[in-house]
């Protein structure tokens, strides 16, 4: 069974980036068919996807946040991470991982990160 845990710091300096690492058990990030995601959900807000990294290492990103999200895979730790460039307090949110798969979708908890000073 596929299990995701969030991991990373839960406050960010404006302008900084945040960094996410999400750490996969019970599925090879390099698993064919294999979709490995971010999501958040700002608070009193839906979900926003940001991007992602496949199995074969191709990554894909939500066209407004392009420029600042970088998605990226460690196959040795079987982690895939996160970073968001140049966050604002406007990027405070709850983010997900999450494992798009062809026999359905596994989610992480999820990792508040508050962006203040």
């Known amino acids: 069974q596929v299990q995701l845990q969030e991991s990373g710091p839960g406050l960010v300096d404006p302008s900084q980036t945040l960094s996410l690492t999400c750490t996969v058990a019970g599925v090879s990030v390099t698993t064919n068919g294999y979709y490995f995601n971010w999501v958040r959900q700002p608070p009193g807000k839906g979900l926003e996807w940001l991007g992602n990294i496949d199995w074969k290492d191709s990554t894909y990103y939500t066209p407004s946040l392009k420029t600042r999200t970088s998605v990226s895979k460690d196959t040795s730790k079987n982690h895939f991470t996160l970073q968001l460039h140049s966050v604002a307090p406007e990027d405070t949110a709850v983010y997900f991982c999450?494992?798009?798969?062809?026999?359905?979708?596994?989610w992480g908890q999820g990792a508040q990160v508050t962006v203040s000073s």
């Open positions: 999450a494992v798009f798969a062809p026999v359905g979708v596994y």
